[in-house]
């Protein structure tokens, strides 16, 4: 099991803008150039990307999802205090 995982995210208010989102993102637009266009977290200049961390590091929904998920998956929305994030799992070591 990874020790460390990297994510990229794009966090938003609601539910149905991070729903319309992933559709973008399922109907072939850029992840990190959506992430750009819309997400509320700094990242966003980075494409959402957050760097590699470990457990403990994010609020608990978020790290639940990130280390359940396999390599290049995209996840729905996951509700944090900060909004609703989704997350692409870009590496895990």
């Known amino acids: 099991m990874a020790s460390e995982v990297r994510a990229s995210h794009i966090l938003v208010d609601?539910?149905?803008?991070?729903e319309n989102i992933k559709n973008q993102i399922d109907n072939g637009k850029s992840f990190e150039?959506?992430?750009?266009?819309?997400?509320n977290c700094p990242s966003s200049e980075k494409g959402g990307d957050l760097g590699f961390f470990?457990?403990?590091?994010?609020?608990?929904?978020?790290?639940r999802k990130v280390f359940s998920m396999d390599v290049n998956d995209i996840s729905k929305p996951v509700k944090t205090k900060f909004g609703y994030h989704l997350i692409k799992k870009t590496d895990e070591r």
């Open 54 to 63: 470990g457990k403990g590091q994010m609020v608990k929904p978020f790290e």
């Open 14 to 18: 609601d539910k149905e803008k991070a």
């Open 33 to 39: 150039k959506l992430a750009k266009e819309t997400s």
